[in-house]
Each structure stands twice: as structure tokens, then as C-alpha cells.
């Protein structure tokens, strides 16, 4: 059956940006030049359209297409041309600013991984800089933007891997003070290398890279934070580069409460406080995942009634764990099966991640 893709992009909103007559007599040449016969199916059409969002002070600006693929080989093609169309107006000067995300709409998206797959290789193609991942908004509509991984799901459960807790403390104080002193760092950038220690609390050494070491940056440092950074030459970093953390994704990925995101292979979804402790429910005393090993509705409110993850009030609750279980189905993390219900297919696999939107990924980089 043929595929309707409708896709988005958003882009950054300007307080300068006027959408003026000149502007829309570019903008329509312009996709005319990229349009595609579509006969008219999906919400766009085969003609870019594009609309206009007051955002604060400024005017933000959103592109629109639709493109029908009739077959796999068209569909990477034209997905590729809807992208050469965002990122030609941007270079035109015709949108409010650079690519902030883009949206993609099709039928039933979370379960065809066929046409995910043809919207990465045109993804690579047009923006490059590494394999895309999908946010899942609805089961029809995804986020395309880019993960930081950080740890197998699994370790973030058990909090045996590089990022612990303990060091939370250590890295707030840190970022504070360079948030405070912005100047005073402005020609070095600070990272943590963690590494791991036999059934204990990973090491965590505070490092800087720049042009060159400084005395003064180290004797601040351990002045106002008791942390000494070590200079780490800059072909030394990029040699190196797996060993070494941003603060920001060592808080983000040793936090200890609220949700966080978790990649099922190419799909991002988003684990809730009251998710994760449902999921506790299918580990051992030992807190070892039992994969493989169906439950039943009764074993499951048994362990419920008696575990420290599941917050008090809720405990004794079925109504709780029926409304959690059915999220955790629909979102594929447990299996729902004659015998009951297991932890999903390749949960050892799934991994704890940060999910960036294409503008946030490249600032990152920057």
C-alpha cells in the first residue's frame, strides 16, 4: 500500500522576521521547485506550505508537506527532497530562523520500522551527524531528532553503572559556580571521566580542555568548588572522546526521581515515576531483571502491595496497577501474553537516553 508522509518543521522564532509579500513570492517558487505529484493526498498536499506562530516577542515560522511513496525504493527520495526544501529556505533567509524539529506523520509509525528506516537514510543524508532516533509521540507521530545514550536501562534500575547518585552533589556544585562565572571559563570547556570500580561507587574525576592548561582555572575551581579539574590536551580529548561526560548528562542521567527516556531501538518513549516502579515489580530480590518469566495479575499485586519503589498511598490500589500495566502494554515495555504478562522482547537491550531535537543536538555540538 502506498505511504502518506506529512511532515513539519519548525523553526526558530525571530523578533526581526516579517513575512512579507517578497518573502512568500520566494517561498512559493521555491516549492515549486521541490514539488512532488501527490494527487492531493495527505493534509498538505505535494506543495509546501507555510504558516506563521506569534512566539513571545517574535514570530516563529512551520513548513508543511505531504509526499506519496508508492513503493520502499521512492521513499527515502522524497522524504530527502521535503528535507533539502527545509533547510534551502533557511539558507534563503525565508523562514524565522535555523531548524528547530521536525515532526513526521504517517499511519500506524511506531509499528513500521520499513519506513523509519527510509526517513534515517534521508535524515544522514540531509543533516548528517549520526544515526536519528524517533520520539513517539502518538503510535501515527514521531519526533526525529537525535539520542545521547548513557546506560542499558537495566543499570539505570539497578544504579550499577558509570552514573551514581552520589555524585550528584559534586556535579551541582560544579555547574553553579560555572554559571556564575561565565567569563572567567569562557576558553575551556569542563567534563567528568567516571570510571567504574568493582562493586563499589564509580570514580568521578573532574577534567578541563582548552588551548592550553591554567593554573589560574584549577586554583579557582578548587578554591570555590574543593573539586582540582585535570587538563586534558586537546588530542588527548577527541582520541578519548567516549571517556569523557558533559555535567549536564551526568546530572541528567544519575537523577534519581522524576521520568526519564528510554530507546527501543530506534523509538524513544518516555518511562513515568509510576512506570518505573510497575517495572521494578518484574525483578528479583536481587534486582535482576526475570526476562522470559510471565506473571500473573495476582503475583503482580502481591509484589505491589509489598514494594518499597510503588509509593505508599498506591500500594494496596488494583486500579493503579491495571492503568499502569495497560500503559506499559500499548507502550511495549511488558508483553501481555495467555500466561500473563513479561518483560518485552530485548529489554536487556533498551537503553536510558537523552532524546535531543535537531536544534537542540547541533547547539550541543557547537
Not at 508537506?65 to 527515502?76: C, D, E, N, P, Y
Not at 528535507?83 to 525565508?94: D, I, K, V
Not at 546530572?251 to 518511562?271: N, T
Not at 492503568?323 to 495467555?338: C, H, K, P
Request: glycine share 8%.
Amino acid at each position: 500500500m502506498p505511504t502518506v508522509f506529512d511532515i513539519v518543521a519548525h523553526f526558530e522564532p525571530s523578533a526581526h522576521f516579517q513575512y512579507s509579500r517578497k518573502v512568500r513570492n520566494d517561498f512559493a517558487a521555491l516549492s515549486r521547485q521541490h514539488a512532488r505529484v501527490t494527487w492531493m493526498l495527505g493534509r498538505y498536499g505535494g506543495r509546501a506550505q507555510m504558516q506563521t506562530d506569534i512566539q513571545g516577542i517574535g514570530v516563529a515560522t512551520r513548513i508543511e508537506v505531504g509526499r506519496l511513496a508508492f513503493g520502499a525504493a521512492s521513499q527515502a527520495g522524497l522524504i530527502h527532497s521535503a528535507f533539502e526544501l527545509f533547510e534551502a529556505s533557511q539558507e534563503r533567509g525565508l523562514v524565522s530562523g535555523r531548524i528547530d524539529r521536525i515532526m513526521v506523520h504517517f499511519s500506524k509509525a511506531d509499528a513500521r520500522p520499513l519506513q523509519r528506516e527510509s526517513i534515517r537514510r534521508a535524515y544522514d543524508g540531509a543533516f548528517g551527524g549520526g544515526d536519528c532516533s524517533f520520539l513517539c509521540h502518538d503510535r501515527h507521530l514521531l519526533e526525529v531528532g537525535q539520542c545521547v545514550i548513557y546506560q542499558s536501562l537495566v543499570q539505570y534500575l539497578r544504579e550499577d553503572g558509570l552514573y551514581h547518585s552520589a555524585h550528584r552533589n559534586r556535579i551541582e556544585i560544579v555547574r553553579r559556580h560555572l554559571q556564575q562565572e561565565v567569563g572567567r571559563y569562557e576558553n575551556h570547556k569542563f567534563y567528568v571521566r567516571p570510571q567504574q570500580v568493582e562493586r563499589e561507587i564509580p570514580k568521578l574525576d573532574f577534567c578541563y580542555t582548552g588551548a592550553a592548561p591554567d593554573r589560574r582555572v584549577e586554583a579557582f575551581m578548587e578554591g570555590y568548588t574543593e573539586e582540582h579539574p585535570v587538563f586534558v590536551p586537546p588530542a588527548e580529548f577527541q582520541a578519548e572522546r567516549s571517556h569523557f561526560v558533559e555535567l549536564n548528562d551526568y546530572e541528567r542521567a544519575s537523577r534519581r526521581f522524576g521520568g526519564l527516556w528510554v530507546l527501543l531501538r530506534d523509538i524513544v518513549r518516555y518511562l513515568q515515576p509510576q512506570q518505573i516502579g510497575v517495572i521494578y515489580l518484574f525483578f528479583d530480590d536481587q534486582l535482576q531483571p526475570e526476562i522470559g518469566r510471565p506473571f500473573t495479575w495476582e503475583e503482580l499485586f502481591a509484589r505491589q502491595r509489598n514494594s518499597p519503589y510503588i509509593n505508599r498511598a498506591s500500594r494496596n490500589s488494583q486500579t493503579f496497577l491495571e492503568i499502569v500495566m495497560e500503559s506499559l502494554v500499548r507502550n511495549r515495555f511488558v508483553g501481555a501474553t495467555g500466561e500473563g504478562f513479561a518483560l518485552a522482547e530485548g529489554f536487556a537491550d533498551f537503553k536510558h537516553v537523552t532524546f535531543y531535537q535537531l536544534g537542540e543536538y547541533r547547539k550541543r555540538l557547537q
